[in-house]
């Protein structure tokens, strides 16, 4: 089995039992729709289903003190007015009678992934938990959380399993300070978190919660925070923070271990974030992630509170871990300034910690901060006629996935690989697919005549074989494959031709090593190409770059992150620090959704804590 699936009913037991709207959001309903919507889509069957576990108090001491851990404890015996009382004594929290053993449970179901993903008894995971944990604090419930699931489960991995570098994902809308708290001044667990933020205007308000809040003495750098200072956040937003923020830095950081606080109130309609990420954007984040830590993924619910939303978005993530393709990214691709603003701050702040993040001849043009007041956007005023329209397009987003979703198959096969020497010893994993069979033999010799290094018999064996695995693959039978040819730059062009003819609207080549691309195809706008280690360093035109990766970085494994930036939508991005600037200049004027430029600003400091116009909600 690859991916675990760990739940338990019993974590729907806990609910508000008075008035509150600040806190009712938060109901079991949450966990309810999720697993449904699993079962709907067939996808809680395809994993390995665990029953969590309650954590123990020893467990709990990873993180917690053990006053509050017994504090907890005595929530069990309480009368729902002291319940109400202490629950008054924290920022955004209620308790009921099963507080303590739902709160148990989900820190349980946490460890439990983790030690079914670090025994190898599962290659990834998801804990679908509540409540959350990521505002919980050492000795303080916060923002509907109780335990901090996501940094126990980082102390357990480090104790139980000997584990030295973990990395935290937080994608979750709000800044998830607990943990912020926990591992500030600890170079082993990086923190990075995107959260709205509104120049401080949004919960939890706090000024550790921006760019330039990087960690504490031996962890600095290791605290990533992203704030977002407008809402509407998109998917074009969320992809250009993993590729121009989170990936380089993790890399360089190289993660034995990748925990995520998945909380689903960052998607489009939820009423807290404001955003308008859509589910499939969440497939394509943890397709990103799964490229660390040998694939070794946990996820954890956090938030999230629109049900469709919510469900659709833990599908995804599911599908995801499963090795399901991700469905393409809606909407265009090009971040918004605001967002780009947030991205550059990041990036300068982090710079001086990060030689991922060093950029030739360019200085921050930001302050690290973002907390100027003069780019301060007007409050937000929910419920208002652009606030309905809103919800117009989600839900008429929403139904369209939501049909997608059951309609978008699963290829039989995952991956499929054709070899020119089919005696050759090679042992493959079990859902690699060896595939010997050819395109038939007068499709194959139309395509031979395009260069003769194809007629020559082994090259001709290949190229059949090459043929009929691109034709699984358009066809929807192979999800991806892998072919050997002693003709590569031929059998390249075959495919792309084949590709195109075949209908597809844009392909992406990239080629490792000097590969001339076929002269007809270079201004069809319909294939972009890259070439790593090419002849020469410079954009050759809008859709074909060249990456010589000559130096330093040539005696290294070309670094992922460098061209991670065409991944997507094909837009193109510089991000090499070998390149000079005047080759990018044309890339950036073709490709400006990957822009990292913004206007310089003035920096004018602004008092501290803001005036705060949102209202208070958590998690
Ligand atoms: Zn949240």
Not at 238 to 244: G, T
Not at 322 to 344: F, N, R, Y
């Amino acid at each position: 089995m690859r991916t675990a699936l760990v739940y338990h009913e019993e974590m729907t037991a806990a609910r508000l039992l008075w008035d509150d709207p600040e806190c009712e959001i938060e109901r079991p309903e949450r966990l309810t729709a999720a697993v449904e919507r699993l079962q709907q889509g067939g996808l809680e069957q395809r994993c390995l289903q665990l029953a969590a576990r309650e954590a123990s108090e020893a467990e709990l001491g990873l993180v917690h003190s053990p006053e509050y851990v017994s504090l907890m404890r005595g929530t069990q015996a309480l009368s729902t007015e002291e319940l109400q009382a202490l629950s008054g004594q924290y920022d955004a929290v209620y308790f009921h009678p099963s507080t303590f053993h739902c709160a148990r449970l989900a820190a349980g179901a946490a460890l439990q992934l983790v030690d079914a993903v670090l025994t190898g008894t599962a290659h990834n995971g998801l804990a679908l938990v509540r409540p959350p944990g990521h505002h919980s604090q050492r000795a303080a419930a916060n923002g509907f959380c109780v335990f901090n699931n996501v940094a126990i489960a980082a102390r357990y991995a480090q104790k139980r399993h000997g584990v030295h570098r973990i990395l935290i994902v937080d994608w979750d809308v709000h800044h998830g300070q607990g943990i912020q708290y926990i591992f500030e001044d600890d170079p082993s667990v990086l923190y990075f978190s995107w959260h709205r933020y509104e120049h401080g205007r949004f919960w939890p308000y706090l000024r550790e919660s921006d760019a330039d809040a990087v960690g504490l003495g031996p962890g600095r750098g290791f605290t990533v925070n992203l704030p977002w200072n407008q809402v509407g956040m998109g998917n074009a937003d969320y992809m250009a923070a993993f590729l121009h923020v989170l990936l380089p830095v993790a890399f360089e950081f190289d993660p034995e271990l990748v925990l995520v606080s998945a909380g689903f109130d960052s998607a489009i309609g939820d009423p807290e974030g404001q955003m308008q990420a859509t589910p499939e954007c969440f497939a394509h984040l943890t397709q990103l992630l799964q490229v660390l830590a040998g694939g070794r993924v946990c996820a954890v619910l956090e938030g999230g509170y629109h049900l469709e939303s919510l469900s659709q978005s833990v599908c995804m993530v599911v599908k995801a871990l499963l090795g399901d393709p991700a469905p393409p990214l809606l909407g265009p691709m090009v971040p918004q300034h605001s967002a780009l603003e947030s991205i550059q701050s990041v990036r300068a702040a982090q710079a001086p910690h990060w030689t991922s993040l060093w950029q030739q001849g360019s200085t921050p043009t930001l302050s690290l901060s973002t907390c100027s007041p003069e780019r301060r956007p007007s409050p937000v005023s929910p419920g208002g006629p652009k606030c309905k329209a809103a919800e117009a397009q989600t839900s008429a987003v929403l139904s369209s996935l939501l049909d997608r979703l059951h309609l978008c198959a699963t290829p039989p096969v995952r991956t499929a690989i054709a070899l020119t020497a089919p005696a050759a010893a090679m042992v493959l994993p079990p859902d690699i697919l060896r595939q010997e069979e050819s395109a038939p033999r007068e499709e194959t010799q139309a395509w031979a005549r395009l260069h003769e290094a194809l007629t020559q018999d082994t090259a001709f064996t290949a190229l059949g074989k090459v043929l009929h695995l691109l034709n699984g693959i358009l066809d929807g039978q192979v999800s991806s494959g892998i072919a050997t040819t002693p003709a590569a730059a031929s059998t390249l062009e075959v495919v792309l031709r084949q590709g195109l003819s075949h209908g597809a609207q844009r392909v992406f080549c990239v080629a490792l090593g000097q590969l001339d691309r076929p002269p007809d195809l270079a201004n069809d706008g319909r294939t972009l190409w890259l070439n790593i280690r090419g002849k020469e360093a410079a954009a050759l035109s809008t859709l074909h770059v060249s990456v010589p990766l000559s130096g330093p970085m040539a005696s290294r494994t070309p670094k992922l992150h460098s061209w991670l930036p065409f991944y997507g939508d094909q837009r193109g991005a510089e991000s090499w620090s070998s390149w000079s600037r005047s080759p990018h200049a044309s890339l950036w004027e073709s490709w400006p959704g990957c822009c990292m430029e913004t206007p310089p600003r003035a920096w004018v400091p602004s008092p501290w804590p803001p005036q705060t116009t949102c209202r208070p909600w958590c998690t």
